[in-house]
């Protein structure tokens, strides 16, 4: 895994891995489902692709979404990704610009703006490495009066959030690419840092507040995105 | 056409510890610098300590399951400690219950594999980590990066993608963990890194060694040593 044997082109890097994986999956959701009856762990599954492979709609408290994402392939997961990226990154900008805020609410946001902007960077050389299509900026629209009311522009931070964790961990699992994969996880788990951080300024108490962080279906990402502008690529 | 790369943090801090001098940093505050000279070691003796299915994706699940426990119990200790109070009371609480489903979901998801789940090993805390709420945060703060770390690390080779899903939806959990911990601690901002690092199975262990009862055990190791 060291050195720069290991950094070959992202995308398409092991188009068997999906499939292999998908065998397991169906292996173990068998398995699981035997088990359901013991002990109340239960395991729902949908036939949801072409295959008719059975992927596990929950399994215990969670909701599995990462079929919704397959198919599209990994430049279109990071390209969507990126517009995702460019909504939050430019809300949070503006929200510094704005006036609004100052001390620690003002370096909270800040930072979170600094962290989806360094996101933005990443995935627009991580497709402009994989040889992929850079998609246009979007044309973003927000909310009248975000901008200048401090609790509604955290509102909606509060709203962004989750979208950008759901579609994070939900799309992972349905990168090929395992050096995408890492940096997702990696991704992933700042919104959900973020997530807490608006909850921080927020007042929410505690504002470690969630036992799992859920993920979304792609349809549900691409209905919360729309209002704004945002279109999958 | 030549092959472009492109700078992939999370996979870099997996494959090549670039945090290695923060990590032992983070050590040294745990009160474990001993351990950092144990090395591989420590970390095979830590190793040992991991019961239940060891092979592929069960063997992922029940490492995760065993730092979940680690975290679970020293919540728990921390919430019977009398410690606590007011806001950390609450967000301790909250850890402690959370980390506690986790290891119900895991045990669970291995049953449900026809796995068998790893026993939770007998831990040991240093005793100024329980006597006062600083020393309760101070644990915390490396425990939960450690969490993260593990999960960010070890994802990428779950190859049942089910499993890879609920433990991206644990780790995040962990790192929501991370920040509530630093704004109790009065960092400001407590929400900072862009890309949370992953960390290496051999940096998970040496972590958690001390807490598994090596934390005095004579440094007879070096290189070579095993």
Known sequence: ?233 | MEKQTINVPGVEGFAQPRTRRDFFKTLAVAGAAGVAGAGLFTSKKASAQIGGTQEGDAGILNFALTLENLEADFYTRAVSSGVLSGAALGVVTKLRDTEIAHVEFLTAALQGAGATPAPSPTFTFPPDSLASQSGVLQLASVLEPTGVGAYLGAGPMIQNPVFLEAAGTIAGVEGDHVVAIRNLLGFVPPTTTPFPEALTKDQVLAAIAPFLGMGSMPATGGPGAE
């Open chain 1, 1 to 233: 895994m060291n050195g720069a044997e290991s950094r070959t082109s992202p995308v398409g890097i092991d188009q068997e891995r999906s499939r292999r994986d998908f065998l397991k999956t169906a292996a173990w959701a068998t398995a699981a489902i035997s088990a359901a009856g013991i002990g109340g762990f239960g395991v729902a599954t949908r036939f949801a692709n072409a295959d008719h492979e059975p992927v596990p709609e929950t399994v215990g408290p969670l909701t599995i979404n990462y079929d919704t994402y397959l198919g599209l392939g990994d430049a279109a997961i990071l390209s969507f990704a990126l517009q995702l990226e460019r909504l939050e990154g430019t809300f949070y900008a503006n929200g510094v610009d704005a006036g609004i805020f100052s001390g620690p609410a003002l370096a909270q946001i800040t930072a979170i703006r600094d962290a989806e902007m360094a996101h933005v960077d990443f995935l627009t050389a991580g497709l402009q490495g994989a040889g992929a299509p850079v998609p246009p900026a979007p044309n973003l629209t927000y909310p009248p009066g975000v901008f200048q009311d401090p609790a509604a522009f955290l509102n909606l931070a509060a709203t962004f959030e989750p979208v950008g964790i759901g579609a994070y961990g939900g799309a992972a699992a349905a990168l090929e690419s395992k050096e995408f994969l890492a940096s997702a996880l990696s991704i992933h788990n700042a919104e959900c840092q973020h997530r807490v951080g608006i909850n921080i300024l927020q007042g929410v108490q505690p504002p470690n507040d969630l036992l799992f962080e859920p993920t979304l279906p792609l349809q549900a990402v691409v209905d919360a995105v729309a209002p704004f502008g945002v279109t999958p690529g």
